[in-house]
């Protein structure tokens, strides 16, 4: 990752490969509004923006060679759109992209952090990871970037510490999504993030196959049984000695998702290597709850299965029954289509966390193509209980994810009753899908709990080409809405 150091220089006189600047669109073309020395020519710096091409549109980007008026050796011109409409995710969208634009450089400086450091400091990281495990020679991140600030005291030290395990974490997420599934299985997920989260200090607890078996696990081992390669329950617990209040974190961990039996079409399934999404980012985010010291009990599960047809796989018209706990009834689901299995594994996870009585429960997944169809590529679905789903809907938007509350509305849920188990998998129709598989969620949450379930299909994997802070592939979407959101419940 970029080292970010924080600096209160003036842009001009610092000594740097590249020198980031802001540039604005207005109706009389690209302007500047950062004029940080009284003596450096920005008009200029205008002027020949424009020449180069640059209307000042968020996403553009151009490289001018540096002067005598400037020490850096060249000024990287990043556009921030008209002025009046400046927000955070401008700035981060604008980071990314200069983060890109300097790539194999040493060490380069922005004046972005001087209009948001948070967001600067985010966007640099963001837009400058790289996944190099399966290719060679590729332009590394820029080494280094100083943040130009107007006061580098403590505030702005611990801003920017914040906005760096942010980072971290979504560049862990990342890396798990991006690593393919011959490589990221069950197991190979478990010791992943049993390793992170050992080295971060927390309590790991991994279930095997045969641990799955004994505690009642159907869902997970059900969905799991026609791989050769076992499911997995992980289980990372972070606990502050003076917690506000408890927080479960459940994620999906399909670590591909062929269909089973009720197989996919070919045309695409290679974007299931990143159905394991939900869990990469609940791990992430545990380990940064940790690391920036929330004062809450945070304790992810996370069910790890790998979904494929083979002759021991499960079979549409099974029906198998789910984790409860001691004493409990446990419920059974009828199975009528195998390629609805992500609700299968939470159901367990999420009977598994509410053991724990937890004040909150967030859970993410990448659950329903209906989610993408309903909400688009980069706007998650916000589905649970209301007061909760309107807030990390809401913080989703704020800290640039992209989100929308939705509604779980009562003539849906009846499309899940079963004649021969307590719910079936899939709904009778094709409206509404994102929805009922809330509902069926909704069934396994315990009662009091407050609840939110973040379909995130679209946002978590970018099959598009690379824009603003977003690399092809693996987005880290929703660390950042969940990061917020335990922020938020810390600090009531
Ligand atoms: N993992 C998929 C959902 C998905 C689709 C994620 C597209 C990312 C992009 C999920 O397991 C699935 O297959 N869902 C089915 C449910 C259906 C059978 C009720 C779907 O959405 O088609
Ligand atoms: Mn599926
Ligand atoms: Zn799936």
């Not at 309590?203 to 196959?209: A, G, H, M, N, P």
């Not at 599960?301 to 706990?325: F, I, K």
């Not at 592939?473 to 335990?486: C, D, I, K, N, S």
Request: aromatic content about 4%.
């Amino acid at each position: 990752m970029t080292n970010l150091s924080l600096t209160t220089s003036a842009p001009t006189s610092i000594k740097a490969e590249a020198l980031i600047v802001g540039v604005h669109s207005s109706d009389e073309g690209p302007f500047l509004l950062q004029a940080p020395t009284p003596l450096s020519p920005w008009d200029d710096v205008a002027a020949a923006a424009a020449l180069a091409g640059l209307t000042g549109a968020v996403g553009e980007v151009a490289t001018l060679p540096g002067g005598d008026w400037v020490a850096a050796e060249r000024v990287v011109l990043v556009g921030l759109g008209e002025p009046e409409k400046l927000t955070g995710e401008r700035v981060r969208k604008a980071a990314g992209v200069a983060s890109r634009a300097v790539a194999g450089l040493g060490t380069v400086a922005s004046t972005l952090s001087a209009i948001d450091l948070t967001a600067a400091a985010e966007g640099h990281l963001l837009g400058g990871y790289l996944f190099e495990a399966y290719k060679g020679a590729t332009k590394a991140p820029v080494k280094a970037i100083r943040l130009i600030v107007p006061s580098a005291a403590k505030p702005a030290k611990e801003e920017l510490r914040r906005a760096e395990i942010t980072a971290e974490a979504v560049g862990l997420a990342r890396d798990l999504i991006n690593t393919a599934p011959n490589d990221l299985y069950p197991a190979s997920f478990a010791d992943r993030a049993a390793a992170a989260a050992q080295t971060a200090g927390l309590k790991v607890q991994v279930l095997d196959e045969k641990a799955l078996v004994k505690g009642g696990y159907g869902g997970v081992m059900a969905v799991g049984q026609g791989s050769t390669r076992p499911p997995r329950l992980v289980r990372i617990s972070y606990r502050p000695s003076r917690p506000k209040a408890s927080v479960a974190l459940v994620g999906k961990g399909i670590t591909f998702d062929s269909g089973g039996l009720s197989i996919k079409p070919g045309a695409g399934m290679e974007h299931m290597t990143s159905d394991m999404s939900g869990a990469a980012c609940v791990v992430a985010t545990v380990i940064a709850a940790a690391a920036l010291k929330l004062p809450l009990t945070v304790t992810a599960t996370v069910p790890l299965a790998e979904n494929m047809p083979s002759g021991g796989a499960y079979r549409p018209a099974d029906v198998l029954t789910h984790y409860a706990p001691k004493g409990e009834r446990p419920k059974t689901s009828h199975i009528l289509n195998t390629d609805a299995e992500g609700r299968l594994i939470l159901a367990d996870a999420i009977v598994r966390a509410c053991e724990d009585k937890p004040d909150y429960l967030l859970e993410a997944a990448t659950l329903t193509g209906a989610q993408v169809v309903a909400l688009g590529e980069r706007t998650m679905g916000v589905m649970g209980t209301e007061a909760l789903r309107d807030r990390v809907a809401e913080l989703a938007r704020q800290c640039g994810e992209g989100g929308w509350a939705m509604p779980l509305p009562e003539e849906l849920r009846t499309q899940l009753d079963s004649y021969l188990a307590d719910l079936q998998n899939v709904g009778t129709g094709r409206a509404g899908g994102m929805l009922i598989a809330g509902h069926y969620l909704s069934e396994f949450v315990a009662d009091g709990v407050q609840w939110a379930h973040l379909d995130v299909a679209g946002p978590a994997f970018n099959t598009g080409k690379t824009y603003g802070y977003t690399p092809q592939g693996g987005t880290g979407v929703p660390v950042r809405t969940l990061l917020a959101t335990l922020a938020d419940i810390a600090a009531r």
